[in-house]
């Protein structure tokens, strides 16, 4: 069965970075599309990125773009996410899944901005 177990969420102040991680396992990784999406508190699930099996077509969600830079490394079924530049609307609990509506997800890794 499909396992993504999510890392690298933390506790960090504006402007700051973090590197999210998720590592994929039940399925053929390297044949999949790839998708990172957020869920802030009250609020419904945000694709924020996505990247296609080889890695050569990434879309961003506007509001990241520019400061987040997703990626893959299909030799580990491991996804990835830099985010710079962080900011407290970027707070949320982040998913990897395997479709573009985050049906088929983690358990998360929560992500919070603050001072």
């Known amino acids: 069965q499909v396992q993504l177990v999510e890392s690298g969420g933390d506790l960090v102040q504006p402007g700051g970075s973090l590197r999210l991680s998720c590592v994929a396992s039940?399925?053929?990784?390297?044949?999949?599309?790839m998708y990172w999406v957020r869920q802030a508190p009250g609020k419904g699930l945000e694709r924020v990125s996505s990247?296609?099996?080889?890695?050569?077509?990434?879309i961003y969600l506007n509001s990241v773009k520019d400061r987040f830079t997703i990626s893959r490394d299909n030799a580990k079924n491991t996804l990835y996410l830099q985010m710079n530049s962080l900011n407290p609307d970027d707070t949320a609990l982040y998913y990897c899944?395997?479709?573009?509506?985050?049906?088929?997800r983690g358990q998360g890794t929560q992500v919070t901005v603050s001072s």
């Open positions: 899944a395997t479709d573009s509506k985050g049906t088929v």
């Open positions: 039940g399925f053929t990784f390297r044949d999949t599309w």
């Open positions: 990247i296609s099996a080889g890695g050569g077509h990434i």
